[in-house]
Nanobody
Framework: QVQLVESGGGLVQAGGSLRLSCAASIFSWISINAMGWYRQTPGKQRELVAAITSGGGTNYADSVKGRFTISRDNAKNTVYLQMNSLKPEDTAVYYC??????????WGQGTQVTVSS
């Protein structure tokens, strides 16, 4: 059984910061491959924000490079997204996505991030 629990969203003014967390509850014999964050606004497709491999390699959307940082704590099965210099266009529902060995890819429940101008 796999469960992903997200936290850290909220309302912030432009220029502010937020930190998202996504903790995976899994059986101990299941390993995690890639972890990532996506976001979605009404009427648009879900888009990749950032991803991190099991080896620590990272990938970012051009729109967030230099402002967002993805990291993971393998001991805690948790992925983080540190978001700095937030802009109104970053407003979206953010979803974590985790790939498990032999257990497929799973999504978190989503957390709302709202950036006011």
């Amino acid at each position: 059984q796999v469960q992903l629990v997200e936290s850290g969203g909220g309302l912030v003014q432009a220029g502010g910061s937020l930190r998202l967390s996504c903790a995976a509850s899994i059986f101990s014999w299941i390993s995690i491959n890639a972890m990532g964050w996506y976001r979605q606004t009404p009427g648009k497709q879900r888009e990749l924000v950032a991803a991190i491999t099991s080896g620590g390699g990272t990938n970012y959307a051009d729109s967030v490079k230099g402002r967002f940082t993805i990291s993971r704590d393998n001991a805690k099965n948790t992925v983080y997204l540190q978001m700095n210099s937030l802009k109104p266009e970053d407003t979206a529902v953010y979803y974590c996505n985790v790939e498990f060995t032999g257990w497929g890819t799973h999504w978190g429940q989503g957390t709302q991030v709202t950036v006011s101008s």
